[in-house]
């Protein structure tokens, strides 16, 4: 019985590789998007003149989106204690882009407030647009992808050892590791394979 759960938590944790991979850079992405539209805008009303075209943009979630996508990139190509601890960092970061979502409404609220003036009157009205709901629920999903890849990172794939850095020289195989294609291969070079200072 415990042999099979020690099989089946592997298992289930490479499941969740896919799903969290696809969900993570797609909620990245648009979070990096959205960082670059304006989250909220000015009401149109008679006698009101846009100032800026700056109000209602959030360029922090934009840089949290970019460092997100960044570390999923990490995730893929490392392994071990290296990868967990970049979905530990990614979760810090899942939290500060749903944060700077939460936080980030009012600003752009009164950012796109101020970027009208209105002739004689107080500063326009203004509302939120989609690009910040698209923000949230980006974050939301981020932040969720970010925590399954440190609950089951452990178990996804990893990039094999070929595409490693060599750390030590290779070394002609001892006598006993030849094939014989490969004894046959240095008796033709002249050198004796059950020599051990020939090589």
Not at 20 to 37: D, E, H
Not at 133 to 148: G, M, R
Request: charged share 20%; aromatic share 6%.
């Amino acid at each position: 019985m415990t042999e099979r759960r020690m099989t089946e938590r592997p298992m289930t944790g490479r499941r969740w590789f896919g799903p969290a991979v696809v969900a993570g850079v797609v909620g990245s992405g648009l979070c990096a998007l959205s960082g670059a539209r304006a989250w909220a805008a000015p009401d149109g009303r008679p006698g009101s003149a846009l100032v800026n075209d700056t109000g209602g943009h959030v360029p922090l979630a934009g840089a949290l989106g970019l460092v997100a996508l960044a570390a999923w990139g990490v995730l893929l190509v490392t392994r071990g204690r290296v990868r967990r601890g970049v979905a530990v960092l990614g979760v810090v970061v899942g939290a500060g882009l749903v944060a700077t979502a939460v936080v980030g409404r009012s600003q752009a609220l009164d950012s796109a407030r101020h970027a009208t003036v209105d002739v004689g009157k107080s500063p326009a009205g203004a509302h939120i647009t989609g690009w910040w709901w698209v923000a949230l629920v980006a974050s939301v999903v981020t932040l969720a992808a970010f925590a399954i890849a440190v609950r089951t990172c452990g178990s996804w794939p990893e990039m094999g050892s070929r595409y490693d850095a060599p750390t030590t020289p290779e070394q002609d195989p001892e006598p006993e590791d030849m094939e014989d294609v490969d004894l046959w291969r240095a008796i033709d070079q002249g050198r004796d394979p059950t020599d051990p200072g020939a090589h």
